[in-house]
């Protein structure tokens, strides 16, 4: 039952030499446990899991971490609770069923609570349709490009995300003590946020207005530097790395220590409050003047920076476009027999896959709309989604990262200028266009996902057709529980109320009013944020990290590059390169767990909340019950005088576990 190999060949990432072919892990005549009771369970419950946590964190910083790498290291950690250990074909099912989960989340929570922002009616049964066709269309355009992506381009494209899944499916063949740090974490990180924000022990955001001149110098400038000192946000700093955090925070910096101090300096001129904001800037607290403001700054920078990363895939979606048109039309001619590894659904089934789909489509904007829209709706789904799973995937394979939030602005804006066009504005017309974009979105996140999935599949040597048709598994189950973790986290937390970011269905719905309604439009704001987009990549610096940073508040990104920063010291905290990687990599286990138990902990606390029962958790800022509803009282005065201070010793103990736990590696 167990493969003869426990690494990947060598050349399983260069390219290949004339008549030399790839003979992956598990050869194609070798047979052995793949889709099984195991297997398909486990998968499943691993996209519930992950949705949930998922969508918290997601909607909470605006960063959807990928689920792929933990979901294979807990595959690798549960085989060895079986009297037979998984084979790594069944991890490999599990990874790729479970990994539906971050596609889904990216495709529902990008778009979904534009609805609730604006004020939209929709209900569970709409999100599930939304991302569940969506994520059946991801697949179906995908299949017959796997050839093209895992076999023809071998060794030509990197694939990074697959990579690292693959290393890690591959070492647990050798032993499961991967798992430990991750499960270490996953507890750490519960406990830590259920004491910051269950309990409240400390303050979760750290202000650092208990120093006099920072103090001083917000009175004065309104400049407040901010850290929301959370496991989760920590964890995510040192999975995303250095250079990308200190891009993410040179923007926030960028507007809380630039904007918002010049907007206040210069609303001491202006008596009368001046659009869009209701109060004089003079009145404004540092907090006003960027929900009123330099947020729209923040979103015409993260508009122009998707509408570069298009004209930049340009000459990529071109070639996609026209190979996958061939693929869909005509197929490839393969053997009448092929081998086990390069089985895929058939050409026929595919075919009928989508048409199906459409047809579900095309029902469902009858049932938001009429004839002529669904019409419409049904298109324009079918086009961009075949134009843009492509370009997603290669994205994906060149540089590990997915343009989610720029194709699917693009998709909003295109379909809210036909829609118009064709007589439908309003609250239908931006229902429409959003629930169209929901579709899209999730189309090419869930393609990004899955052809990470065939990669890993290729390299160990699983059978593609397993994994097509319970990928599917997974989009069901993943699209079943994202409508009722986006409720839940509504009714718990009000997306009207910003208590979550959600940054990029802010953007979808600012957008889509300024498009669908009559109402005044910040252009000098947007066209401010643009220009910074425009010049930061004239300049060679990524633009949508740093409109990101600019968009999102200070507090949500000054933790990313303190985890950032950790990372970078634990990469040179030896001489031996080896040894260097190796805790790095523990590192990210350890950070990877923060990830998940911080994530899953704030659903937890959110349905606590939703059951009205997190009144009897607080110690440090009691709940009091006003007009029947429990609400925020006084702090206690311990936590008044140092909250802060315990949130900035607890916050530093934290980074010093991970450093040490890290540097445990041999």
């Known amino acids: 039952m167990e493969t003869s190999k426990k690494s990947l060949p060598p050349e399983a990432y260069r390219e290949l030499g004339p008549g030399e072919k790839y003979v992956p892990l598990v050869p194609a005549e070798k047979i052995i446990p793949e889709v099984t009771v195991r297997s398909v369970l486990w998968g499943l419950f691993m996209a519930v899991f992950f949705t949930f946590s998922m969508a918290y964190l997601g909607l909470k910083v605006g960063t959807v971490p990928e689920a792929a790498i933990p979901i294979a290291i807990l595959a690798v950690g549960i085989g060895y609770a079986y009297s037979r250990k998984n084979t790594i074909l069944e991890n490999v099912i599990i990874q790729s069923i479970g990994a539906a989960s971050g596609a889904l989340v990216a495709g529902a929570i990008f778009t979904i609570p534009a609805l609730f922002i604006i004020g939209l009616p929709i209900d569970i049964f709409k999100i599930f349709l939304s991302t569940f066709l969506g994520g059946c269309l991801g697949i179906l355009f995908l299949i017959p490009l796997r050839r093209y992506f895992c076999v023809e381009q071998h060794g030509k494209l990197p694939f990074p995300e697959a990579t690292a899944t693959t290393e890690i499916l591959v070492s647990g063949e050798g032993g499961g003590d991967q798992a430990k740090p991750l499960i270490l974490g996953v507890v750490i990180s519960g406990i830590y946020e259920f004491l910051a924000i269950g309990v409240r022990l400390w303050d ?245 996902s899955f052809i990470t999935d065939l990669k890993i599949g290729y390299w160990i040597g699983a059978t593609p057709r397993n994994q097509e048709r319970f990928k599917f598994a997974g989009i069901l189950v993943s699209a079943l529980t994202v409508g009722v973790a986006i409720f839940i986290l509504d009714k718990a937390f009000s997306f009207q109320s910003g208590a979550l ?127 029947g509803k429990w609400v925020d009282g006084l702090p206690a005065s311990w936590y008044t005088q140092y909250g802060q201070i315990i949130s900035l010793a607890v916050f530093i103990l934290l980074i010093g576990f991970v450093y040490l736990q890290s540097k445990k590696a041999k």
């Open 204 to 448: 979760e955001i750290i202000t650092f207005r208990f120093l006099p001149f920072m103090d001083k110098l917000a009175e004065k400038s309104k400049m407040v530097l901010k850290i929301d000192a959370l496991s989760a946000f920590l964890g995510l700093g040192y999975v995303i790395g250095l250079r990308y955090n200190a891009i993410i925070v040179a923007g926030g910096l960028l507007s809380h220590f630039g904007f918002i101090p010049v907007i206040w300096f210069l609303g001491q001129h202006f008596p009368e409050a001046v659009y869009p904001g209701k109060i004089p800037i003079a009145e404004m607290s540092e907090v006003q003047i960027f929900t009123t403001y330099v947020r729209n700054i923040g979103i015409g920078a993260i508009f122009m920076a998707g509408v570069l990363g298009i004209i930049k895939s340009m000459p990529i979606m071109a070639r996609a476009f026209s190979l996958g048109f061939k693929e869909i039309l005509k197929g490839k001619q393969v053997a009448a027999e092929p081998v086990r590894t390069d089985r895929d659904l058939k050409m026929s089934t595919i075919i009928t896959g989508i048409l199906l789909t459409a047809l579900a489509i095309f029902f469902y904007f009858m049932w938001i709309s009429n004839l002529k829209f669904a019409l419409i709706g049904v298109v324009i789904c079918l086009l961009l989604s075949f134009l843009f799973t492509t370009v997603a995937a290669t994205a994906i394979a060149i540089v590990g990262t997915n343009p989610v939030s720029g194709m699917t602005l693009i998709t909003i804006i295109l379909s809210s200028v036909i829609l118009i066009g064709a007589g439908l504005s309003g609250n239908e017309g931006m229902a429409v266009a959003l629930l169209i974009g929901a579709v899209v979105c999730t189309a090419l996140a869930v393609s990004g």
């Open 501 to 627: 970011a959600a940054p990029q269905a802010n953007l979808m719905a600012a957008v889509i009013k300024s498009l669908m309604s009559r109402e005044p439009v910040t252009w000098l704001l947007y066209g401010i944020g643009a220009s910074i987009a425009i010049v930061a990549e004239l300049c060679k610096i990524p633009p949508l990290p740093l409109a990101l940073g600019m968009y999102l508040p200070l507090h949500l990104t000054t933790p990313l590059l303190v985890g950032g920063f950790l990372s970078h010291l634990v990469k040179k905290s030896s001489p031996d390169r080896e040894v260097a990687e190796k805790r790095h990599n523990r590192g990210m286990l350890i950070s990877s767990g923060f990830i998940a138990g911080g994530a899953l902990m704030g659903v937890v606390l959110a349905v606590l909340k939703l059951a009205n029962l997190d009144h009897y958790l607080s110690l440090g800022i009691p709940m009091v019950l006003e007009n």
